[in-house]
């Protein structure tokens, strides 16, 4: 069973492969949702079980992009919204006077 906050965490990695140049790594995932490394392993594992060739691992540069031929499996606008939330949420968290997360890395 998926969580509603991991279906976003799942929707970032989409996002995040197809937006980025720069490999995925469980860092990225830990400093947008403020989670454990433990965490983000496991939101990996289970995006790896619900979308088996999406991402490949690319050993030289130590993370996830998105598989050559591979298309987003979540639509466009869910993608772009994540994004703008993930954003806004950190703008949010700083105004707050939170700075200990890092930035995201869209």
């Known amino acids: 069973m998926t969580t509603l906050f991991q279906t976003m965490r799942l929707m970032w990695i989409d996002a995040f492969v197809q937006t980025n140049v720069d490999p995925l790594r469980r860092r990225h995932i830990c400093a947008a949702f403020d989670i454990s ?9 289970r995006f790896h079980a619900l979308f088996p060739g999406r991402l490949t691992y690319d050993a030289t540069a130590k993370g996830y992009l998105a598989a050559e031929g591979s298309s987003p499996v979540f639509p466009a606008v869910e993608l772009s919204g994540i994004l703008t939330a993930s954003a806004l949420a950190v703008q949010a968290h700083k105004r707050l006077g939170n700075t200990t997360t890092e930035e995201p890395h869209p």
């Open 37 to 45: 490394n433990a965490q983000a392993a496991l939101d990996m594992k």
